[in-house]
């Protein structure tokens, strides 16, 4: 089993530490993406909580992850 290391971050103004076995690039890049989402979301829309923003980034993460296996389980890459 990989180990795992502890990565402290921010989303929005929100501190969070994840525990995961992928490096510091590659988390310090997801906190990058987070937020430029977060951040056109409050463009897009300031009146959405910041809940609102979380749960859409969640969602929006969620049917982008099915796009990509729906091209892998085709062969379509």
Do not use: C, Y
Not at 33 to 47: C, V, Y
Not at 64 to 69: H, P, R, V
């Amino acid at each position: 089993m990989a180990n795992k290391k502890r990565f402290k971050g921010n989303i929005g103004n929100q501190e969070v530490v994840i525990t995961s076995t992928k490096d510091d690039a590659q988390m310090e890049a997801v906190f990058e993406i987070a937020n430029q989402q977060l951040a056109h979301l409050t463009e897009a829309n300031p009146s959405l909580s910041v809940e609102n923003q979380l749960v859409l980034l969640a969602v929006n993460a969620i049917s982008d992850q099915l796009d990509m296996q729906a091209k892998l389980d085709t062969g379509n890459k």
